[in-house]
């Protein structure tokens, strides 16, 4: 049997734990070792018969090493994601000790890259892996203690305050939540997808309490989750106070206790467990005896799903899908106690290198009438982004991949979204870099003095004197459209817009407002900014919007001229993929909002379009978007930086007319 070849970067004690437990895998074998300590080093290969030859001095050297097939990281968390990345980008597969990154946007983002080079990427839970929760698992399958409605657990420990060591050092990533927080977390998730009959859920609700050390790190945290289904759980974690660190599972006709959730072995052999099983009146213990080191039977299955080669290793042990929402919830229970991490700080400027393949497309920029500063045809949407953790991940992305513009919205999280936003613009320092298109002027508040009140808030929010492009985010035709040029103009000789449009609006008044303009010399309105996709909407999205794939609006922008700049230009992720379509809520879904038999002989004909040119049908439409007989540019809404590189091969992409005339239905073939 072909075994998995073993590189160790980070020799720490939980990398000894995992020496060990490699010893007594049958499908996998340590081969070398990482540090940049040669006393450390040599110690290391020394206690595991390491070649000297394999006792790699760099991170980089050993992910470089030919002779290894899969990468365990041991590092302190704020390296977990960029050595994941490192490993991935050099065909290595991966465990990770948790968290597999300091935010859940990181864990997106790894994830992502391990879906690209077509890994494995494994969060290191080791628990998840013994016998014992396969055992709790198939005790609620089969229904002993009836429905589930409660989880508790707690995994606490009283470590002596010392502001320089990882438990308690910011920079380090330090605090309970980070460092065991994800294990009581994980077991409420997994009884709570197993109450389902899925591999996990994730709770919409999670409220917390605790205290913070004097590093500003959280030195306990309690946590209430409640979960769609009903379950509810009791979370808590430590690293200054000793806890009862068992595990109780409360269904309608009894209880699961697992004494020894966590370390079963004390992180050595034999991992014996222990499961008290109460249903009505009576209670038995079941003894699994087990002589294996803890460690063995996570790094048994990790070595054999990567010599299966498998991208997920199987359940229950935890998949990429699986890790994103825990460390979600992680998020959410740390930002209830008022703990940011590093990436989230205004004051850390963090970025994740090798988040995009090579060998995409260079975005390609255009000059539009009015602005010196070129723009890219792609912009990217700001309306999703919570913290600067979440933002900073795809928005570095976005300007490595050659973005530079950015939409954003008064509106937007209630004001949130501008205010991340530039705390990331200050953080990196581009606001001579980036074109920044600002909305405003929303239904019910859409007149002319909204305009100059809300845009003086949103500049104020991104950190901004001055705003490239300014768009009224809706109309109102109870006001004369020469008040709206003029309020416009106004600002634009302030200096305080640049170039301007409306979205939604409808041809007539857009014509009307120019017609204005130019009557009294005035700046007239350039960019329309309306729906256009390859899918004709038909149901608006929100109230009030308007598609511009019509006979009249299409005949109007290549006679005029105007800018034309789509919202929802994939329409909502109608040519993804049927199983990524329905990620959106029913009501602004892709079915219904651009579901019809024309669009879907469309999106058949992006499909074999895309199989000719070895793109997705997702990229043809943007194609199609960008190849418009007039200036155009394009919106999209990627949270991810996967999600932008799957994104980019559009803009690489030029159809020809014939494709363009055929994917409108207007030929009957090519």
């Not at 299955?301 to 229950?316: E, F, I, K, Q, Y």
């Not at 009501?587 to 469309?602: I, K, L, Q, V």
């Amino acid at each position: 049997m072909a075994q998995t070849r073993w590189g160790i970067i980070g020799p720490g004690a939980i990398a000894h734990n995992f020496a060990d437990g490699l010893a007594g895998a049958a499908s996998g074998v340590l081969v070398a070792i990482a540090s940049r300590d040669a006393g450390r080093r040599a110690a290391f290969g020394d206690a595991y018969g390491i070649a000297p030859d394999k006792r790699h001095h760099s991170y980089a050297a050993l992910v470089a090493d030919p002779d290894i097939d899969a990468v365990y990281i041991a590092t302190p968390h704020p390296w977990h994601a960029e050595l994941s990345i490192m490993a991935l980008r050099a065909g290595k597969a991966v465990l990770c000790e948790k968290p597999g990154g300091l935010t859940a946007a990181e864990v997106v983002a790894v994830t992502d890259v391990a879906a690209q080079e077509g890994r494995l990427w494994m969060e290191a839970f080791m628990y998840r892996c013994h016998p014992q929760i396969a055992r709790m698992l198939a005790i609620i399958a089969a229904g002993e203690i009836g429905a589930v409605q409660h989880v508790s657990a707690r995994f606490g420990f009283n470590a002596a305050f010392n502001a320089g060591s990882r438990l308690h050092d910011p920079a380090l990533g330090g605090g309970a939540i980070l460092d065991v927080g994800g294990y009581p977390a994980s077991l409420a998730r997994l009884v709570a997808g197993a109450a389902l009959g899925a591999p996990f859920a994730d709770p919409v609700a999670v409220k917390a309490v605790g205290r913070l050390a004097p590093t500003g790190v959280d030195a306990v945290a309690h946590a209430l989750l409640s979960f769609a289904s009903g379950v509810t759980a009791e979370i808590a974690v430590a690293v200054a106070q000793s806890m009862d660190n068992r595990a109780v599972i409360t269904g309608s006709e009894g209880q699961i206790v697992l004494d020894d959730p966590w370390v079963p072995g004390r992180n050595a052999g034999p991992s014996d467990a222990t499961l008290h099983v109460t249903v009505g009146a009576e209670t038995r213990t079941e003894v699994l005896r087990h002589p294996e080191h803890l460690f063995t039977f996570e790094a048994e299955v990790a070595s054999r799903a990567v010599a299966d080669g498998l991208t997920a290793a199987p359940h229950p042990a935890m998949t990429p899908a699986d890790s994103i929402g825990n460390n979600a919830t992680l998020d959410r229970w740390r930002a209830e106690l008022g703990y940011r991490t590093l990436p989230e700080l205004p004051a850390t400027s963090r970025k994740l290198p090798g988040l995009l393949p090579k060998g995409l497309p260079a975005m390609p920029k255009v000059t539009l009438p009015g602005l010196t500063r070129p723009v890219s045809q792609l912009i990217i949407g700001c309306d999703n982004r919570g913290t600067l953790g979440e933002g900073a991940v795809v928005w570095d992305t976005w300007m490595e991949a050659g973005g530079n513009a950015f939409d954003t919205g008064f509106v937007y999280g209630a004001g949130l979204h501008e205010t991340v936003l530039g705390e990331w613009i200050r953080t990196r320092g581009v606001a001579e870099e980036v074109v920044v298109i600002a909305k405003g002027a929303h239904t019910p508040y859409c007149t002319p003095r909204a305009i100059e009140a809300q845009l003086a808030i949103s500049l104020d929010r991104l950190g901004l004197t001055h705003a490239p492009i300014y768009i009224m985010h809706r109309d109102n035709p109870d006001v004369p459209v020469g008040e709206f040029v003029e309020a416009l103009n106004a600002l634009h000789r302030a200096g305080r817009i640049g170039i301007f449009g409306g979205s939604n609006w409808s041809v007539a008044r857009f014509s009307a407002a120019n017609a204005y303009a130019a009557a009294h010399g005035l700046e007239p309105m350039r960019i329309l900014n309306n729906n256009l996709s390859l899918a004709v909407m038909e149901k608006p999205v929100w109230a009030g919007c308007i598609t511009s794939n019509t006979p009249e609006t299409l005949a109007f922008l290549r006679d005029s001229g105007s800018v034309h700049l789509s919202w929802s230009s994939q329409a909502r992720g109608y040519f993804l993929p049927a199983a990524l379509r329905d990620r959106l809520p029913a009501d602004t879904a892709p079915e219904t909002c651009f579901g019809s038999p024309a669009n879907a002989e469309r999106r058949a004909r992006a499909e074999a379009l895309a199989a000719r040119h070895g793109v997705s049908a997702h990229n043809i439409a943007t194609a199609w978007v960008l190849g418009q007989s007039f200036p155009s540019l394009a919106l999209i809404g990627p949270r991810s930086p996967g999600e932008i590189a799957s994104s980019l091969p559009g803009v690489g992409l030029r159809l020809s007319a014939e494709e363009i005339g055929w994917l409108n239905l207007e030929r009957d073939s090519l």
